[in-house]
């Protein structure tokens, strides 16, 4: 008995071990914020356009019925890393096929107009959410955040962060694969 | 000087591991010495507890009971193991001694830098006084080419924008190529420049805007390692990972003799190389400094850092010049080294470079717009 | 340390705001104070470990100012709370609900408690039995006025 | 070539503490008096080494040397003096090296101030130490090298973050790890014990100068960082229970727990495992506050960059110097004879609950910091524990520790007269309740919680008086006689008087800037006046002023009160362009009574940004400076007791005087 008592402290020591050993996997990153959406029908929303653009507004009503699932992205021209993201998201369109759809999320629309001059259009519709209270429907917890809706408006995929990189974009294209958000017989 | 302290320190080092030799035998304080001791301090200090009235006889009589048959207990404990303690073991303390420093040469000699001097940051007023000069020069040529009627000689703005460029602050470096991207003048290099302050103006990005600059540079010119190298970067970042590869790696290919830019594409090749699996190139080893700043020296400044982009700046003059001794034949680089001078204000060897331009303008024809431009700096400058 | 978090939230959001502000708070100040209340217990999202009270990122402006819109709707305060949560799930709760998976973090210290009465009186129950006074042998009683007169000297002062 | 001095006597410190860690064991198994008499030299040689390389990196620091990467990473050449040398210890590597310094400061400590320690025993604690040393070193110089070199160096530097540019943080680190890093030499000790297979009071006499001198500057530190917090960060908080507070927090309740219970094991011979076990996990909490800092494990607000290599490499020495003694523990422990008896009323008793609500505190603390990682890796659901739970769940067990504090100096050692001590609180009893019904009275409002934590505090404050007053027999003899016997007192016993009452007046300190602040945010254009506890306060305007590295917009506020000025406050929002970031700097005018606290910052709307207005803040901490002058009451108290004549009794010197049974003089 006492000499289970005297291990106790290792053994406790051994199991606080075992979580530390698994924290620091290089995968997980503790900052990251799970959703709530995942599987859920995606917040209603309506939103204007952007002033300045002819791409027309974007509400839920946008997101239902389409026939294959379709990508909301949330974009600012502030935002740095979204600049990166933008041409990654640019190719998806041009050459896969996906369909695009942009939340301008706080963003001033003179810079948000001059932004998708200079870096070029692929979204089909952009709500501008100057308010960012779309973006808490959304529960946003940054930008640049993409999600894949299914076309019945439900939630399939949630990435926070810009989709860069070759692990993010392997993540990505597994997801709108998974997804079906693709058409069939697209390139790659 | 620097390995004199080293050895000092070793032997330092060597002295405290031996010290244990020069001490005395027998002066080892054992536990039967030291526990007593403290129980005895233990001892006094019931009493004065009781002194001061804190405890009561009964209970001094107590605690004192337990300290003695603690001390009797240390001093049995003691005897059992007393009188074993040994001196041996000297040599042992030698080899340590041998040892220790070794460890520590072994681990410095790979891992540390001893011919990297310091540089204290008083010490080097020189080189900051040369970015502060570069720094006004640029203010100067701007200053100079925006107040000038005509729009200011392309030349200029092309300096401009590469010395803004190398100073880090692509945003202006953008406005100065703009300038010169817009009139009949621009040549390739131009527009390649023009790609890379784009790109770099959105951190290290090659959007739209800057591959319009590239096609039209590769349009220009279609051998402009730069503009090859970043539309390879587009790719790159395009997730065309074999594409990109292949663009830098054909391109590398069309050259038959070593140049500079080589390098950095190498680099940007066994990049791409390590990302999607493909295999490295090697280059032959070549001179190591060309003169003139090429386009590749160009796109390896967009990997340099602050510093390094300053000492850049400094050099691209005299690298100019020096250049221009071995080919005497270049009419633009006289007239680009010329408008340096102009602005650096040392209107001699302004005047003196112009002079030179005026002389291989002879072979030009007459309707050659470089003529009258050299002319009128040369009246400008009074030459 | 806390503030390097606001740098970071600086950057991802774009305007720089701070903690409650003026323009965002209720005339009623009792809806006001409930207001405060619950914000100190929601988690600004992007400021780690930081209530969205004195969170200086937007997105905590904009759920305290949704918390208040909410309490002028009606809401009580835990309907306000679940609100928030709908959308941001219980990461945003910085105190954690009583449920299955919490139930070890909120009755680990009640536990603890426990362990220490247990142990305690465990301990108390196994030494109280009175020590019998056995006084030492004459001969050991010399051996240790001895030692204590050789230590005598030790702290004399 | 200085840095180069510096990171070549880090290499031979490494080989020295590796002489260190071998010799002096081997040494005390075999009995052989040289090897263990290497260890004093080498301990400090170790010491000599390590601070030439921190000298060295220092005096990078200082000349702003930017072929040393660290300090190109950390420094800037603009930056004040004061804050070049404090940006030695501002990163990831040079905290570590000031951290190994003052691991090899402790063990030099003991080997050249521990010679009333037996030979084996010193040299077994001095190998134990050597053995941190080298994790730490090579842990350093594989992985974190402050020495690494840049050539071609850069013109300038990237500045240090401009939030620790700050008298308060450049202290707070240096002040923290001597508390945390001092555990180490105390677990050395236990870690020797249970090798030797011994403990006694001995021993705990030979540990205590280090765990107060460790307790005192832990103490210190965490008071100055949370003193930081408050002044610095702009809304007058002074804990947030984050992530990195609380690793530093719970070495100092378990540190804490083992002075006190090496009390017990130093007079009545008992406790002893408990006593080991309290050392092993005081420091083993403190190497858990390096690894969850340095590894990026928890989200937390840390400045260190995160590296899982590190995080790995930390988590091998936790686990080696952790998971070892801990196995040695459970080996040895039970082998360790049980102490001398005591009654469920005694002094022993009254220390061992307070062990044991400190030691049920600190796994709260552990078990809520942790539990989101826990049941991330369990379930994968993320989760908050903010300050909520860690109210919730610490503060009933302090107001219980509370109580236990008054009652215990009271309580005699074996067995305590229950009568006697009815008799002697039942005064103070009753005082703290008229304390606390006078504040219900007075006060008129406020939480509940807070008047319980009055009569805990009142409690306390009273109680400790009394038992000293019980001490010195004041108003029983005449004041000179009183006087006479505080004069003879041992200074530990001052010293616990004096921290306990710091307790009390921290109490105090907490109670009214929590339960009683008052707070007015408003826009305010020049000419808005506000009111708030009896102040009258003018804003005059802001202006915008150049600092040597900062841009500010300075607002200036006057303060009247009666119509009386009271003082000018000028509170200040900086911008550092070279490193991009904002400070908040308050201004506060600080009185025993309350501190009027004001910061200044841009409204977050554009719309009332542009019309000129200011958001102004202003808070009335009452009492909050007691939060501050209790902690330095604890420090103080501390350093009385570390200066007790009797934690130094030398060795035996072999008397040549008869004995006498006279009472030494004192």
């Known amino acids: ?188 | 000087m620097i390995w004199g302290i080293f050895v000092l320190l070793t032997l330092v080092a060597i002295g405290i591991v031996l010290y244990p030799l020069l001490l005395s035998k027998s002066n080892t304080l054992t536990r039967g010495d030291a526990v007593p001791a403290i129980l005895a301090d233990q001892m006094r200090e019931i009493q004065r507890d009781m002194d001061r009235g804190l405890i009561s006889e009964q209970e001094a009589q107590a605690a004192r009971l337990e300290i003695k048959k603690r001390i009797l207990a240390t001093t049995r404990n003691s005897e059992e193991k007393a009188g074993s303690s040994r001196n041996g073991g000297r040599v042992t303390l030698v080899v340590a001694a041998v040892l220790a420093p070794v460890i520590a040469a072994g681990y410095y000699l790979t891992m540390g830098s001893p011919e990297v001097p310091s540089m204290a940051f008083a010490a080097r007023a020189e080189e900051r006084a040369q970015t502060d000069e570069v720094t006004a020069l640029a203010i100067q040529l701007r200053e100079r080419l925006v107040s000038d009627p005509t729009g200011g000689p392309s030349e200029g703005w092309m300096l401009l924008g590469q010395t803004y460029q190398r100073m880090g602050r692509a945003a202006d470096a953008v406005e100065a190529f703009e300038v010169v991207a817009e009139r009949e003048d621009a040549t390739s290099a131009t527009f390649s420049m023009l790609a890379e302050a784009v790109a770099v103006a959105n951190d290290g990005v090659v959007i739209p805007r800057a591959k319009l600059a590239i096609d039209r540079a590769l349009d220009l010119d279609p051998s402009n390692p730069a503009a090859t190298y970043f539309e390879s970067l587009y790719y790159f970042q395009q997730e065309e990972t074999r594409k990109a590869y292949d663009l830098l790696v054909s391109r590398l290919n069309q050259e038959e003799a070593y140049v500079p830019w080589m390098e950095t594409y190498a680099a940007q090749i066994n990049r791409i190389a390590a990302a999607a699996d493909l295999p490295v190139v090697n280059l032959p080893s070549g001179p190591t400094s060309q003169p003139g700043p090429s386009a590749a020296d160009v796109a390896a400044a967009s990997e340099m850092n602050d510093a390094d982009r300053a000492e850049f700046i400094r050099s691209m003059v005299s690298r100019l010049a020096e250049r221009l001794e071995d080919e005497p034949d270049d009419l633009d680089g006289w007239m680009r080294l010329a408008n340096a001078y102009t602005v650096l204000q040392e209107p001699d060897r302004a005047v003196e470079a112009y002079r030179k331009a005026e002389a291989l303008l002879e072979q030009q024809p007459a309707s050659d717009p470089r003529r009258a431009a050299v002319r009128a700096a040369l009246e400008r400058l009074g030459g | 340390m806390r503030q390097l978090i606001f740098a970071f939230c600086i950057g991802l959001f774009p305007f720089a705001a701070n903690a409650v502000e003026p323009d965002e708070m209720l005339t009623d100040p009792v809806l006001e104070q409930r207001a405060r209340e619950i914000s100190k217990d929601l988690r600004c999202v992007v400021c780690q470990n930081q209530d969205i009270d004195s969170s200086n990122a937007g997105v905590a402006r904009d759920l305290r100012l949704l918390v208040r819109e909410r309490l002028v709707v009606g809401d009580s305060d835990a309907e306000v709370i679940e609100y928030i949560r709908a959308r941001y799930g219980d990461y945003v709760l910085l105190k954690p609900p009583l449920e299955p998976a919490t139930y070890a973090l909120w009755f680990a210290p009640i536990a603890f408690v426990l362990i220490g009465v247990f142990v305690g009186g465990g301990l108390l129950m196994s030494r109280r039995k009175q020590e019998a006074f056995e006084d030492l042998g004459s001969e050991d009683e010399n051996t240790v006025s001895e030692i204590l007169r050789q230590n005598e000297a030790g702290d004399a002062s | 070539m200085v840095p180069e001095i510096g990171h070549f006597a880090l290499a031979l410190a490494l080989a020295l503490a590796l002489v260190q860690s071998v010799l002096p064991i081997a040494g005390a198994s075999r009995r052989n008096a040289v090897w263990m008499k290497s260890a004093q030299a080498t301990a400090i040689g170790q010491v000599l080494f390590v601070a030439i390389a921190f000298a060295a990196l220092m005096q990078a620091f200082i000349v702003s040397d930017f072929t040393v990467r660290n300090v190109v990473e950390n420094s800037h050449s603009l930056k004040p003096m004061l804050y070049k040398v404090a940006g030695t210890w501002g990163s990831h590597e040079g905290s570590l090296l000031l951290w190994i310094l003052i691991l090899a400061v402790f063990g030099a400590g003991v080997a050249w101030f521990g010679s009333n320690i037996p030979a084996e025993t010193k040299a077994r604690t001095l190998s134990v130490q050597a053995w941190i040393s080298v994790g730490f070193l090579s842990f350093l110089l594989l992985t974190s090298n402050p020495f690494e070199r840049v050539f071609p160096p850069p013109l300038d530097g990237n500045d240090l973050n401009p939030l620790l540019q700050d008298m308060g943080l450049a202290m707070h680190p240096p002040l923290l790890y001597f508390g945390y890093v001092g555990f180490s030499i105390v677990f050395s000790f236990a870690v020797a014990a249970l090798l030797e297979g011994r403990v006694d009071p001995a021993w705990a006499r030979w540990v205590r100068p280090w765990t107060l001198a460790a307790w005192v500057s832990l103490t210190a530190g965490i008071a100055l960082g949370s003193w930081w917090a408050y002044y610095e960060l702009g809304w007058g908080g002074w804990w947030f229970w984050d992530p990195v507070e609380n690793v530093s927090f719970m070495p100092w309740l378990l540190g804490t727990a083992l002075l006190h219970s090496a009390i017990v094991t130093e007079k009545r011979d008992a406790f002893k495992s408990w006593t080991i076990l309290l050392a092993i996990l005081t420091f083993s909490l403190s190497l858990l506050g390096t690894f969850i800092v340095r590894s990026g494990l928890l989200t937390s607000v840390h400045a260190f960059a995160v590296d899982p290599e590190r995080g790995l490499y930390i988590l091998g020495l936790l686990a080696v110097s952790i998971g070892g003694s801990l196995a040695l523990y459970a080996w040895r422990a039970p082998e360790m004879e049980p102490g001398g008896l005591f009654r469920p009323i005694s002094r022993e008793a009254g220390l061992l609950v307070n062990n044991l609500i400190l030691a049920a505190a600190t796994g709260t603390v552990l078990f809520g910091t942790l539990y989101p990682l826990i049941l991330e890796a369990i379930t994968g659901d993320k989760i908050s524990v903010g300050p909520p739970f860690f109210n919730a769940a610490f503060i009933p067990m302090m107001l219980a520790l509370v109580v236990f504090m008054g009652l215990g100096p009271f309580l005699s050692w074996k067995r305590a007269d229950i009568a006697g001590l009815l008799d002697r609180i039942r005064f103070v009893v009753v005082l703290a309740f008229i304390a606390a019904l006078a504040a219900w009275y007075l006060l008129n409002g406020g939480p509940i919680m807070a008047y319980l934590a009055i009569l805990g505090a009142a409690w306390l404050l009273f109680a400790t008086l009394r038992e000293w007053a019980l001490r010195i027999r004041l108003f029983e003899v005449p004041l000179a006689e009183s006087a006479r016997r505080a004069r003879n007192l041992p200074r530990a016993s001052h010293g616990m008087t004096l921290a306990h009452a710091g307790v009390a007046v921290l109490m105090m300190g907490m109670i009214g800037s929590t339960g009683w602040k008052s707070e007015e945010i408003v826009f305010a254009a020049p000419g808005t006046e506000v009111t708030i506890a009896g102040f009258d306060i003018t804003f005059e305007g802001a202006t915008q002023v150049q600092g040597p590295n900062y841009i500010a917009d300075r607002g200036t506020l006057v303060v009247r009160r009666d119509g009386e000025l009271v003082t000018t406050l000028f509170p200040e929002r900086r911008y550092y362009p070279v490193a991009e970031s904002q400070t908040t700097e308050s201004a506060i005018r600080s009185t025993l009574a309350g501190d009027l606290y004001t910061s200044i910052a841009t409204p977050a709307s554009d719309q009332v940004n542009n019309a000129g207005a200011w958001t102004l803040r202003i808070l009335y901490e009452p009492l909050v400076n007691l939060i501050w002058i209790g902690s330095i009451l604890l420090v103080i108290g501390g350093c009385l007791s570390l200066s007790d004549r009797r934690l130094r009794v030398g060795a035996p010197r072999r008397a040549k005087q008869p004995a006498s049974d006279a009472v030494p003089a004192e």
Not at chain 1, 137 to 154: A, H, K, N, Q, R
Not at chain 1, 155 to 160: I, S
Request: hydrophobic share 45%; proline share 9%; with cysteine.
């Open chain 1, 1 to 188: 008995m006492k000499r289970l008592i005297a291990g106790l402290p290792f053994i406790a020591a051994v199991i606080f071990g075992v979580f530390f050993l698994w924290g620091l996997n290089p995968d997980r990153d503790p900052n990251e914020i799970p959703s709530v959406l995942i599987s859920q029908p995606a917040p209603a929303f309506d939103l204007d356009p952007v002033p300045g653009l002819e791409t027309p507004g974007l509400a839920r009503s946008d997101l239902v019925g389409n026939e294959r699932p379709v990508v909301v992205n949330v974009f600012a021209s502030w935002c740095v890393p979204c600049r990166a993201e933008h041409a990654v998201l640019t190719r998806f369109v041009e050459r896969e096929g996906m369909r695009l759809f942009g939340i301008n999320y706080k963003d001033k629309p003179e810079d948000a107009v001059k932004w998708l001059n200079d870096l070029g259009n692929p979204y089909e519709r952009i709500g501008s959410d100057l308010s960012g209270r779309t973006g808490i429907e959304w529960g946003l917890s940054g930008v640049p955040e993409t999600f894949i809706v299914d076309g019945d408006g439900t939630v399939l995929f949630r990435y926070v962060g810009p989709v860069v990189g070759p692990d993010a974009v392997e993540r990505f294209t597994q997801a709108l694969k998974q997804a079906g958000a693709l058409p069939k017989g697209a390139a790659s």
